[in-house]
């Protein structure tokens, strides 16, 4: 009986190499098992899908294994060459990292003449890149109520509501769960009332309702007080239910301080501002194999350009950098920076081991079927969003950004939960890659998505703002991509509308970290 040939692929297509010491490859397509690799001089054995490790050498059990040259986990048992590596053959590795402290620092070289965007200009001299008013709740009992005044000024429900205010976005009603039951001396209403006074001055707010039912322990004042705040005439009003009289006289009263609020949002104006206001929060979900290869090192890439053009970014999802932070301490300015971020991972492991959890119970099933196998390989991947420049500044979760260029807020590594955070922290602006494709929106800022591969883009155009596809199939460069992704970060800022705004995504997706004991 003959034996057929093994099939012969071309290997400039079929595999990428991340790095010469790395102990495996990326498949670009599905491989079946006999073909050729002839750069590698290997041949596959098994089936391996698209996104998925090979093995280049012969690994023994207990081995390390590296991808970008950085160890992603140990060999379960023995992995032949040409062999697939995923969760089946590799498990999770704990070593010591080695943190130094700013040696990869360097001079940020500022563009002479920086890019500008057409923003909004409030009065306090901060930007916005939308204009809307909002209506936020103390407690989870205002949240109807809340809804009901929003959804009468629904463009496709009462679109006469706000005919004579085009230069307003929209009324949003952004809602919650939390606010009674809760410690009021600890650490999850103070994480609650910081994110909600956050929202409460975003730019991108030109006025803001608070809608309490009154007798919750997230007492409104408390919020007020702990942002620093006051209320005023028409750009932060307050009531509650109970004050004013039961559900539909609350909504009537809501309905009618939105409409005192409406002539004074409309007059706002468009103007060049320099890109040193935008403030981009950093988001990765449903990622895959891909995700560390194209769309993560484009983000990245644009993050350096916004940087160097005085901008602010974003990375957060603390638990998706964990086994990364060694290279992000390697970039911050200062050794205090650098113990700051690591003190942030200190209180996961903490906080993790107190519940019963795991740092690595990540990747996610949806991860795993795109070839991510360990937390490791996933948090190598996920911190390429921040580009190469310097780590100035580490920031607990809502916390004010008061600083310039390439900074960390301590988030939780699930998406709407992360960046809600970043814009209580002042982001206007949201750039999130998939590789498993996502539906997600953010309000009041606008949210970019970038697909990490082309066969996603196809599926899921209608979500995705941007395909990174091309650095697989190598039809496009990285630094071609981050100079796009930068050009249309400018553009959404400007008010050309993201794919998520189109489905009306942004209400939903406000997801306040939850942290203590609920009673």
Request: with cysteine; proline share 4%.
């Amino acid at each position: 009986m003959s034996t057929s040939a093994p099939t012969r692929t071309s290997a400039a297509h079929a595999v990428i190499r991340l790095h010469p010491n790395d102990d495996v490859v990326i498949a670009t397509r599905q491989l079946v098992s006999g073909t050729r690799l002839d750069a590698e001089d290997l041949v596959v054995t098994g089936l391996v899908p698209p996104g998925h490790k090979i093995a280049t050498r012969a690994i023994a059990k207990g081995e390390p294994v590296k991808r970008y040259n950085q160890i992603i986990g140990v060999a379960r048992e023995d992995i032949a060459r040409g062999q697939h590596v995923h969760v089946h053959n590799l498990g999770m590795a704990e070593f010591e990292r080695e943190h130094a402290f700013g040696i990869d620092t360097h001079p940020t070289d500022y563009v002479a003449d920086p890019a500008t965007f057409m923003g909004i200009r409030r009065a306090d001299g901060r930007v916005a890149t939308r204009n809307y008013i909002g209506v936020l709740t103390s407690v989870n009992c205002s949240a109807t109520v809340a809804r009901a005044i929003a959804d009468y000024f629904r463009r496709d429900v009462h679109p006469e509501a706000l005919a004579d205010f085009p230069n307003v976005d929209g009324v949003v009603a952004l809602t919650h769960g939390l606010g009674c039951g809760i410690d009021m001396q600890g650490e999850g209403i103070a994480i609650l009332r910081r994110t909600l006074a956050g929202y409460a001055v975003h730019a991108n707010f030109a006025s803001v309702l608070f809608v309490g039912l009154g007798c919750e322990t997230n007492q409104i004042g408390g919020i007020l007080e702990s942002g620093g705040l006051t209320e005023t005439d028409m750009r932060l009003r307050t009531f509650t239910i109970q004050d004013s009289g039961g559900t539909r006289k609350t909504i009537e009263r809501g309905i009618a301080m939105v409409r005192e609020m409406l002539p004074e949002a409309n007059r706002v104006k468009r103007e060049p501002v320099p890109a040193s206001h935008l403030v981009v929060g950093l988001q990765c979900g449903g990622s895959d194999g891909y995700s560390g290869i194209s769309a993560n090192p484009a983000l990245g890439a644009a993050v350096d350009r916004l940087v160097r053009h005085g901008g602010t970014a974003i990375l957060s999802e603390t638990p998706e950098v964990y086994g990364a932070e060694h290279l992000l301490t390697r970039r911050a300015v200062s050794r205090e920076v650098g113990e700051n971020l690591l003190a942030r991972i200190g209180w996961w492991q903490d906080y993790c081991a107190r519940n019963g959890a795991a740092m690595d119970n990540n990747p996610s099933a949806g991860n795993k079927v795109g070839g991510l196998t360990t937390i490791l390989e996933k948090s190598l991947g996920a911190v390429a969003k921040g580009g190469t420049t310097n780590l100035v500044a580490v920031y607990e979760y809502a916390q004010r950004i008061d600083a310039k260029g390439f900074v960390f807020m301590d988030s939780p590594g699930y998406d709407p939960v992360s960046a809600t955070g970043q814009v209580a922290s002042g982001a206007n602006l949201i750039c999130f890659t998939t590789g498993r494709g996502s539906a997600y929106g953010c309000a009041p800022s606008p949210s970019l998505k970038l697909a990490t591969n082309t066969a996603l883009w196809e599926r899921q155009q209608d979500d995705m703002d941007i395909n990174c596809g091309g650095v697989i199939d190598g039809t496009a460069t990285i630094n071609e991509l981050g100079e796009a992704i930068f050009r249309m970060m400018l553009d959404c800022a400007s008010g050309t509308r993201s794919k998520s705004e189109l489905h009306g995504y942004g209400q939903s997706e406000f997801v306040p970290w939850q942290v203590g004991v609920i009673t």
